[in-house]
């Protein structure tokens, strides 16, 4: 039975505490942790009839409680050595993205989990639909992947931290960072990127200062070109996430990560095929992590994968100040 930590009791660790919580009795959740330990103590009630222990300091969590698994849920701007004190203390992490909001933490991250062969999961949870799996399995037999085309839009206000550029890092870093994680996973490593982006739709509200349109045009060293487009001003209510992507032999339509349309087109005649699934892909993440620390081999998005998205969205973001391309 692996015994689980939690670090930030907020939106996303609903998703996995309820994950965890359909597993049964191959883990147990024994300790939450937030700096208002009144949501941590509704963790530890709702999800755990009050069994497991509550705290708002993770060091006194980590000191006095026994864990295998920690699940850090934090806000960009929040992390500071809980990764160092759990891999150092052997402790497997399960780390929402993005892992950092610069790359000398994330990089330490990467460095403190390695040393001490601790098992680590990134939050990048669309790399685990049935549709992003069989088609990356279908781009052994075509390819090389030419383009990508990325869209994602919404249109909330978010929570204080997030439409505040300083802690969340804009919404290129904290939110889109999905989509150019799954370029990155179809692509490989991006050679130049060049972002415009603006604040056209929140220009009234004061403590708006993260961007609310953008475009990134991401050149990769085989020649592959992406273009990623988002907004926080499209429909209210609706949160889309959208991919195309346009190999040799192979154009696939993502709906989402666990539907798509592919098209094998080395044929002058039309073969389609679809992918349609419900699977649950927060609970596969979690599944692959408990696998991988039982059977001892690595994780499908170890750190180093959420280090390396990390850089990209943020150079993204440097290009969109600058207003020039910049070289990764
Ligand atoms: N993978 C996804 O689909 C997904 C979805 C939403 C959020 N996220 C990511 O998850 C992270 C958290 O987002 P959220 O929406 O849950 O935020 P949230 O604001 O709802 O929750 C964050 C929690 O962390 C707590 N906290 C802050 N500093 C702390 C500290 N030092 N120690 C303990 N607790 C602390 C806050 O009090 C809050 O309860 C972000 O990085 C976000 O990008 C991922």
């Not at 609903?14 to 103590?41: N, P, T």
């Not at 809980?82 to 891999?87: F, S």
């Not at 929140?202 to 991401?218: L, M, R």
């Not at 070109?225 to 499209?234: D, E, L, R």
């Amino acid at each position: 039975m692996h015994k689980v930590g939690f670090i930030g009791c907020g939106g996303i660790a609903h998703a996995h505490a309820r994950a965890l919580s359909s597993i049964g009795e191959r883990v147990e959740m024994v300790a939450f942790c937030d700096i208002e330990k009144e949501r941590a103590r509704w963790f530890s009630q709702n999800y755990t009839a009050g069994k497991a222990k509550f705290f708002s300091d993770y060091r006194e969590m980590y000191d006095k409680v026994d864990l295998d698994i920690v699940y850090i849920c934090l806000p960009p701007f929040a992390h500071k050595d809980e990764v160092d004190i759990a891999a150092e203390k052997g402790i497997h992490i399960f780390i929402e993205k993005p892992i950092a909001l610069d790359m000398e933490t994330a990089n330490r991250m990467v460095e403190v989990v390695e040393k001490n062969k601790v098992k680590s999961q990134v939050g990048f949870m669309f790399r685990f639909g049935d549709a992003v799996e069989e088609v990356k399995g279908m781009l052994c037999n075509y390819g090389p992947v030419g383009l990508m085309m990325g869209r994602y839009m919404c249109n909330s206000l978010h929570s204080p931290w997030w439409r505040d550029k300083s802690k969340s890092g804009g919404q290129i870093v904290e939110q889109i960072i999905h989509i150019f994680d799954l370029i990155r996973f179809f692509m490989g490593e991006p050679k130049l990127v060049f972002t415009q982006m603006n604040n056209i739709f929140h220009k009234d509200i004061p403590d708006y200062t993260v961007e609310d349109v953008s475009g990134t045009v991401i050149l990769f060293k085989d020649g592959g070109i992406a273009t990623v487009s988002a907004t926080n001003g499209a429909i209210p209510g609706k949160w889309i996430a959208q991919l195309d992507l346009i190999a040799k032999g192979l154009t696939a339509n993502f709906i989402d990560a666990n539907h798509a349309n592919v098209y094998l087109t080395l044929n002058p005649w039309e073969k389609k095929v679809e992918i349609s699934s419900g699977k649950d892909i927060y609970l596969a993440e979690t599944l692959d992590l408990l696998d991988a620390i039982e059977q001892d081999r690595p994780t499908k998005v170890p750190m180093i994968e959420g280090a390396r998205s990390l850089q990209l969205v943020l150079t993204a973001a440097r290009s969109g100040e600058e207003g020039k391309p910049v070289e990764m």
